[in-house]
């Protein structure tokens, strides 16, 4: 009998973690993003962007709870190393947009990364498919980020 999401090996249950992490640091790096950038139609993509990465988290967290494991509830020292540099850039100026989308977009690269990590680990797993969905939508969010970048260089 295959195993169920109930069933997920120990590294695919870390990689999930890793995931909820990745996503919650995204999250935030995004509302930072959106509170710095006075462009108000980049503001409102990274408005959107920033729940869907929580809900993605908090979908991941179901998983890792239900193979009775604590579930990460915090991001990365990395990500909170990204958004402090945020902060500390200031507020953003009309002309400084594409260095903010810049930033984003490397953020962006990292958790497309991540995923993309995830689904070659656990190839196979019962949980592909919902990896699969996020990382379709991650993309997607990266790739909208991106062209902005690329129409304010």
Do not use: C
Not at 2 to 15: A, C, I, Y
Not at 24 to 43: H, Q
Not at 83 to 99: K, Q
């Amino acid at each position: 009998m295959l195993p169920t999401v109930d069933e997920l090996s120990e590294n695919t249950v870390q990689r999930l973690q890793d995931l909820i992490a990745v996503n919650l640091d995204s999250s935030r790096g995004l509302e930072t993003a959106a509170e710095k950038i006075e462009n108000p139609r980049i503001a409102a993509v990274f408005r959107t962007l920033a729940p869907e990465r929580r809900q993605f988290a908090a979908e991941l967290q179901k998983y890792v709870r239900s193979n009775h494991t604590k579930p990460s509830d915090s991001g990365s020292i990395k990500g909170t190393l990204h958004r402090w540099w945020l902060n500390l850039h200031g507020t953003v100026r009309a002309g400084e947009e594409h260095a903010v989308l810049s930033d984003a977009e490397a953020g962006e690269d990292a958790i497309k990364h991540k995923y993309e990590e995830v689904l070659k680990d656990t190839s196979g797993s019962p949980i592909q498919s919902v990896l699969n969905e996020q990382y379709q939508r991650v993309k997607a969010g990266h790739d909208t980020i991106r062209d902005l970048r690329d129409m304010t260089a």
